[in-house]
C-alpha cells in the first residue's frame, strides 16, 4: 500500500499546484536523456493536464510560461502525437494530454548547403532539435485562408511537426525555383533529394506583380 500511495503522488495527474511541476519533472527525467523510444511504449491514458503550447511556441503549465528551458526541453522529449490527433506526454507507465494551439515545436533558425538535387536543408528548433529536410522529414506548406498567407511546417519525428518562424520562411523562400512537378511548372525547394512544392508558378507570379 505505501508503494501505490507513492505511486499516487508522483503521478502527472494527481500532482498538487505547489509540486505539479517537480512530479512532471521527476516522470520525465526517467525516461532518460534525449528524444525517448515513446512510440514503444503504451501505458494507460491518465486524463488532461493543465499544460499547453501556443502558437509561438511557448509553453504554460496551468496558465504560468514555464519560463525553464531546460524543462521545456526535457517535457519535448517525451511528447507524442497519436492518430487521434492529440499530442500527449508520455512516460513508460503514463500518458496524458496536453493541448497545442498550431505545432509543438518552432523551426528557429535553418541553413542551406549544396545545389540541386545535392541541396540540404537544416532546421533548428526552439527545443533544439537538429534536423535535416528530406524523406524522413519532410516539409509542406498549408494555405492559410484567413490571411491569405502560407504555413511551412517540417517533421520532426513521429508525427511531430514544427512551424517555420516568419523569418525562416522567408529565407527559406529565398532558396526556391521553378521546377516541374506533374508536368505542372512549380515553385519549389529541394532538400536531400526530395522536391517540395511550395505554390504554382503563376500563382507566384500574381503574388509578384
Known sequence: MTERAEDREGSLTT?????????????????????????????????????????????????????????????????????????????????????????????????VCGTGDGQVITFRTNVGDVIEAGPEHPLRFVDEEATGGLKPYVLVRGRLEALLARPVMYELVEHGEEIEVGGRRTFAVRS??????????????????
Do not use: H
Request: aromatic letters at 8%.
Open 15 to 111: 500532482a498538487t499546484a505547489a509540486l505539479g511541476l517537480e512530479a512532471l519533472i521527476s516522470r520525465a527525467a526517467r525516461a532518460g536523456k534525449g528524444p525517448a523510444p515513446v512510440d514503444r511504449w503504451n501505458p494507460a491514458f491518465c486524463g488532461d493536464l493543465d499544460m499547453e503550447i501556443r502558437q509561438d511556441g511557448t509553453w504554460f503549465y496551468q496558465g504560468t510560461p514555464i519560463g525553464r528551458m531546460p524543462l521545456v526541453q526535457l517535457f519535448s522529449s517525451v511528447l507524442r502525437k497519436d492518430e487521434d490527433g492529440r499530442t500527449y506526454l508520455v512516460t513508460p507507465v503514463e500518458r496524458v494530454g496536453i493541448r497545442v494551439v498550431d505545432a509543438p515545436f518552432i523551426a528557429v533558425e535553418m541553413d
Open 192 to 209: 536531400k533529394g526530395a522536391v517540395y512544392p511550395i505554390m504554382p508558378a503563376e500563382k507566384l507570379q500574381r503574388l509578384s506583380a
